[in-house]
């Protein structure tokens, strides 16, 4: 997934990232798992803020979109329009060496600040001696019943948006089967 990035850089950027989500208390971080659960659904969307409307948003959500409802059907949970048990979001975080963005369109109305301000002071603190360029996926699982953050985790990827589109909904279906690994175990 970090193809675009030297061996280096990957090593630096996972670290950051990792300690970025981890080392901080005030970002909950839940590692609930799939047991109990037997249908999902995705949270309406957000009316579209800032670039969000950007095309190369719009198609990594839709594929993000497929990819989730895979893994969950492959891990026998059932994808449905309403009245599921628990609610999937997911928040895109793209940063290059001097600027974070992000795409909450499908984040609901969780507060997604803490998180984009967290990968933003984290990675400007870092000086890659090379232009990198980098996307975190955070996937959120919430409860529908108590509306409870019930898993998150995210990954990190290198850019995707100069890959053919069939290699880059496999790029994404990777990434999206890491994020939701330890919900299935």
Known sequence: MLKNISLKGRFALLTLLAACFTGCTSVPMPKGTSKGYSSVRFIAPNKPLGSDNAPIFIESNQMIKEAVSNEMKKNGLT??????????????????????????QHFGLQDFSELVDLAHKEGMKKHFPERVLKRALVIDLIDAKTNQLVYRDYVVSGTLSNLPAAERQAQIQKGVSMALKRFFE
Do not use: E, F, G, M
């Open 79 to 104: 994808v449905v329009d309403n009245n599921a048990d628990l609610i999937i979001a997911h928040l895109i975080i793209l940063q290059d060496n001097s600027s974070t963005s992000y795409s909450n």
